[in-house]
């Protein structure tokens, strides 16, 4: 049973390895590109802002005047991060469930020579199969009734 559950693990486990790897590589990239030009802009506008404000208020207010807009930049860059990371998240999961109905399918696949080996468990296996098609018919059909 593992032989044939092991490649399945093996590519998900590699798929996984190559998303991780992809994701640090572009975010690292990304996120140096995007500090060392906001930074040099940052600090030419703090500087033309500052000398600006200063000529209609008081150098300590225009310093905090700065200093709480850049706050405020700092949080709106912190929720758009955020909001990406949920987002591939939610990729993530949706993919994991789509590989885990893949890995019981295979389960459930590799379990049938073991089944059949034992002459009981291959009659009882039919059997409880069609209790089970039974069990859940007689709950539509309550639930039909109902409404």
């Known amino acids: 049973m593992l032989k044939l559950l092991s490649p399945l693990i093996a590519e998900l486990m590699a798929d996984e390895a190559r998303l991780l790897t992809g994701r640090a590589k572009r975010i690292s990239i ?20 500052y000398l ?3 000529q209609h208020y008081s150098a300590p207010i225009s310093a905090l005047i700065l200093a709480a807009i850049a706050f405020i930049l700092a949080l709106v860059a912190l929720a758009i991060i955020k909001a990406i990371a949920v987002s591939e998240e939610k990729k993530r ?6 590989e885990k109905a893949n890995i019981m399918a295979t389960a459930a696949m590799a379990a049938i020579p073991a089944i059949l080996k034992r002459p009981v468990l291959g009659i009882l296996v039919p059997l409880a199969g ?3 098609a039974e069990f859940l018919s007689g709950q539509n059909k309550k639930t039909d009734k109902n409404n």
């Open 93 to 98: 999961q949706q993919r994991i469930e789509a």
């Open 130 to 132: 069609i209790a089970l």
């Open 30 to 49: 990304s996120i140096g590109v995007v500090v060392l030009f906001g930074l040099t802009g940052f600090l030419f506008l703090c500087f033309a802002a």
């Open 52 to 54: 600006a404000l200063a």
